[in-house]
């Protein structure tokens, strides 16, 4: 599976971005998804994730801003992020899994885009 994001750039604090990741290859809707971050010294985290039954998952941080989901037909997933702050500043990777549940660790996904990203200043 090959996997293309797009998306990102630089906005103020309050503002929105949407990402798109268009997979390509042996895709699945039976397989999950997700939306990876990684900030400037810190470990890569998953903020949003959505099941192989499209059941979402959000990390706290961006539970209620953050909108994961998935168009079947176009194999693309999108992640809409609202109210952004600077601290949702990262590179943000899509990845898929070849489970249908969540997991948090890197190992079940195997299949990652190539980073996008995102700057908010304040």
């Known amino acids: 599976v090959q996997l293309q994001a797009s998306g990102g750039g630089t906005v103020q604090a309050g503002a929105s971005l949407r990402l798109s990741c268009a997979a390509s290859g042996r895709t699945s809707s039976s397989y999950a998804m997700g939306w990876f971050r990684q900030a400037p010294g810190k470990e890569r985290e998953l903020v949003a994730g959505?099941?192989?039954?499209?059941?979402?998952y959000y990390a706290g941080s961006v539970k209620g801003r953050f909108t994961i989901s998935r168009d079947n037909a176009k194999n693309t997933v999108y992640l809409q992020m609202n109210t952004l702050k600077p601290e949702d500043t990262a590179v943000y990777y899509c990845?898929?899994?070849?489970?249908?549940?969540?997991?948090?660790?890197?190992?079940?996904?195997?299949?990652w885009g190539q980073g996008t990203q995102v700057t908010v200043s304040s």
């Open positions: 959505i099941s192989g039954a499209d059941l979402p």
């Open positions: 990845a898929t899994s070849q489970y249908s549940g969540i997991y948090f660790p890197e190992r079940f996904w195997d299949s």
